[in-house]
């Protein structure tokens, strides 16, 4: 099976996890792949990530968080910017996720980011997902 769009394996596969409740969920790596987790760490939507290196391409293990109530911290990740119809905006055209409480995933020249880092460092580029 030939896979056309990684991010949205990435996403479906911890968005399937989150639903089945899981303590974690394990996807192939790539350094788009990490750079994307890495920002989902940091934000606060993940407990930890660990990459696993192998012969092949990788492994990462996500370690998924819940609140107290046991309901997934993450509500909702969606694709924007699709092999079949990319979406770039410049940094005056990025605009907070659910006023500021969710997040835009940006690829740009120096690097993937937030919305929030790329309108600071006055950087556009590719709208990749987002998370809230």
């Known amino acids: ?9 990435l996403l479906t596969r911890v968005r399937n996890a989150l639903t089945a409740r899981h303590d974690r969920v394990e996807i192939p790596a ?9 920002i989902l760490k940091d934000e606060g939507f993940i407990k930890n990530f660990k990459v696993s ?3 092949k391409q990788g492994q990462i293990r996500i ?14 990740l969606q694709r924007v910017s699709k092999p079949g119809r990319r979406v770039y905006q410049k940094a005056s ?17 120096r690097g993937v980011m937030t ?11 590719e709208c990749l997902c987002q998370i809230w």
């Open 63 to 76: 370690f998924l968080k819940y609140s107290d109530r046991n309901s997934p911290v993450i509500n909702g």
């Open 1 to 9: 099976m030939t896979m056309t769009d990684p991010i949205a394996d």
């Open 93 to 109: 055209e990025l605009k907070p996720v659910l006023s500021g409480l969710g997040v835009l995933v940006v690829s740009t020249s």
């Open 115 to 125: 919305d929030k880092e790329a309108r600071r460092n006055n950087l556009g580029g």
């Open 53 to 55: 290196r192998d012969n």
């Open 30 to 38: 790539s350094r788009l792949k990490v750079a994307i987790v890495r």
